[in-house]
């Protein structure tokens, strides 16, 4: 790649949902990511054949702009649309600018979908945590892969906050024609400050892998 996302060095579980991938779906499949910011995944699914879906609603995150950096620096940050276009993966990638839980379903549900660290920010505490997953779940056809990553509580005011789950939590959406293929945790771990999170913090992080099964079975 000759760019680079400003959230290419954050820890990521996304080599497990793309080993899933190779294995359950076609190599032209569509993907579907929520929360598609700069583009960190968006480009390597688009580079490795598979038909994109990105649905982000930030401005920022998809023309580019100013940003804040650790150690008072600003920069300019380019946004997805710019990076697919040099990277000459644009014509793989569709960008929908909207808000994930105002946007109507997808017409044609897609092979997989994957969204990082998407429920956790505060702008979506508005909206039940279970309406994110079931819209991610209505948007995958039969046969079809969920994955997610999200953030798990580390402060006490986090525990309050539902968005902040765990793997046991969040499988008990995933009942009938859903079949959980993979969870996974991190202990608590130190992440440098990056763009969003301009100071040294503690996380843990939490994986769910799921395929979508006939309702017969």
């Not at 497990?16 to 968006?42: C, H, M, N, W, Y």
């Not at 580079?47 to 008072?72: F, K, N, T």
């Not at 109507?104 to 508005?126: F, G, Q, R």
Request: glycine share 6%; with cysteine; net charge negative.
């Amino acid at each position: 790649m000759q760019t680079q996302s400003l959230w290419e060095h954050t820890l990521t579980f996304f080599p497990q949902f793309l080993a899933a991938l190779k294995e359950r779906v076609a190599p032209d499949a569509t993907v579907a990511v929520i929360g598609a910011s700069d583009g960190k995944f968006i480009l390597p699914l688009a580079a490795a054949g598979y038909r994109v879906i990105a649905v982000e609603r930030d401005p920022l995150a998809l023309h580019g702009g100013e940003v804040s950096l650790p150690g008072e620096n600003r920069a300019y940050a380019m946004g997805l649309i710019d990076r697919l276009k040099l990277e000459s993966l644009h014509d793989s990638v569709q960008v929908v600018e909207k808000d994930f839980l105002q946007w109507e379903p997808l017409d044609m549900p897609c092979d997989a979908i994957w969204t990082s660290c998407s429920w956790h920010y505060s702008a979506n505490h508005h909206r039940p945590l279970a309406e994110f997953v079931t819209r991610m779940q209505a948007s995958v056809c039969q046969d079809g892969l969920f994955g997610a990553e999200f953030m798990m509580p580390v402060t006490q005011r986090q525990h309050l906050v539902e968005h902040y789950t765990s793997p046991e939590k969040l499988r008990r959406h995933f009942i009938g024609d859903w079949d959980v293929l993979l969870t996974l945790r991190t202990n608590e771990f130190a992440e440098r400050a990056h763009i969003g999170q301009l100071q040294d913090h503690t996380h843990r992080m939490g994986l769910l892998l799921a395929a979508r099964t006939p309702s017969f079975r």
